[in-house]
Every structure is written in C-alpha cells, then in structure tokens.
C-alpha cells in the first residue's frame, strides 16, 4: 500500500460547483497534513495546512480524519483558476519524512 | 523577492555525462531539499540538509551527490547521468521554526533529460 494515495482523476467540474478530494495515508503515526497546489508546469505552492478541528480559507476547506486515516480538501464555486493538481502531503516525523502523494487533477469547466 | 532560484531549468545530457544543478534561497532558511518528481510517482526526496553544514540522504540518493555550500547555496551533482535519471528536479527550502516556519518553499525546477 502507498504512504500517501489520491484519486489522479481528472475531476472535471462546471464553474461555480462544489468538488472535494480525498486523501489517504498509511502511516498512523502521521503529524502533520498540508494540501499544495500544483500548474501545470510550476512548482508545488502551499494551499493550506490541515489542523485536526478542521480549516476553513476562503472556499477551502480541509478537514482531517485520523480514525480513517484520510484528509479532505472541498473546494465551493469552482472558479477557472482553480484548475491545477492538488497534492496531499503528510509528514510522519522530522521534514525529510514527507511524503507527497501524487496528485489529483482538477479541470474547472466554462 | 526571488525565494528559491535553481538553474539551468532546461537540460539534456547524453548519459555519461555530469551536471551540477544549482540552487539558491534568500530566505534565511535553514533547511533546503533537493526533489525529483515523475509522473506516477510523486516528489521523492533525494538529499536534504536541515542546516548548513550537514547533508543526509533521502528516499532516492543513488546516483547524486549534493553540497550544502553556506546557508543560501545548496547544489545537487549528478556525476555520471542514466536515462533514469530523466526527470523534473525541485529544488526547495524550509524555516524550520514552527507555524508558517513549516511551510516548503519550492524553486521553478529543472527539466532534465538524459539520452
């Protein structure tokens, strides 16, 4: 089983729809749990950090899991802009244990 | 405000060959990384040093040696390239002091090719 496992979709989804991903991890030890975004082409970006009650950015929100072992990222009125790859990453002790997850592409749709 | 500079962002290299991707943060950062990213795979980790003077390997060191020149300077070498080696090379950095300190900050990368 991978450390870090996402659906690479794509997600295809009309402007203005609500879409959510998950994320799940195997290593129940796991620390710390962020969301990156990623354009095509560029480097990864900090999208925001997952917190255990649950985060709220704007129209973002992430929320955590630990009894299953999987994080979410719910985006609300999809904008065209948010049309890139969302990686999960999961950090099981120092910061060279992180672990990126390879990805879910998100296309948002005139 | 740069952050994190790598370059060359284009190269190909016949196998054999050595390069030297370089890389530069001016952030004050403590901690710098060096990534490889394929497709399917995810960014793996290659070298890390959590501050200068010290580097440690990472998941996938085989093949590359790094060098942590001060605390804004961190080079990986590749010093005889395999086609396994064709890839995208992050290059990133990291605080290290808690909070937002948390956040990796990562260069444009380097579009290696080896043939």
């Known amino acids: 089983r991978k450390e870090v496992e996402q659906d690479p979709g794509p997600f295809n989804v009309p402007e203005g729809a609500t879409v959510a991903f998950n994320c799940t991890y195997s290593?129940?030890?796991?620390?710390?749990f962020f969301w990156y975004r990623q354009d095509c082409r560029k480097e990864p970006k900090l999208l925001m950090s997952?917190?255990?009650s649950g985060n709220e950015d704007g129209r973002f929100t992430a929320q955590l899991n630990r009894a299953s072992q999987y994080i979410s990222l719910l985006i609300r009125d999809s904008k065209l802009s948010d049309s890139a790859t969302y990686l999960c990453v999961v950090r099981h002790g120092g910061y060279q244990k992180v672990t990126f997850g390879t990805g879910t592409k998100l296309q948002v749709i005139p | 405000n740069a952050g994190v500079t790598q370059t060359p962002k284009f190269q190909v290299l016949k196998t054999g060959q050595s390069m030297t991707l370089q890389c530069a943060q001016d952030?004050?950062?403590?901690?710098m990384y060096w990534y490889r990213q394929d497709p399917g795979m995810g960014l793996r980790l290659i070298y890390y040093?959590?501050?200068?003077?010290?580097?440690d390997k990472g998941e996938v060191p085989n093949g590359y040696n790094v060098s942590r020149l001060n605390k804004r300077e961190f080079s990986l070498r590749l010093e005889s390239a395999a086609p396994s080696q064709t890839s995208v090379y992050f290059c990133?950095?990291?605080?290290?002091?808690?909070?937002?300190?948390?956040?990796?900050?990562f260069g444009e990368g380097s579009w290696l090719t080896v043939v």
């Open positions: 040093s959590a501050s200068e003077g010290t580097t």
């Open positions: 290593n129940s030890a796991s620390q710390s």
């Open positions: 952030m004050n950062h403590n901690s």
């Open positions: 997952v917190y255990s």
């Open positions: 990133a950095s990291r605080d290290g002091h808690g909070g937002m300190g948390n956040t990796i900050y």
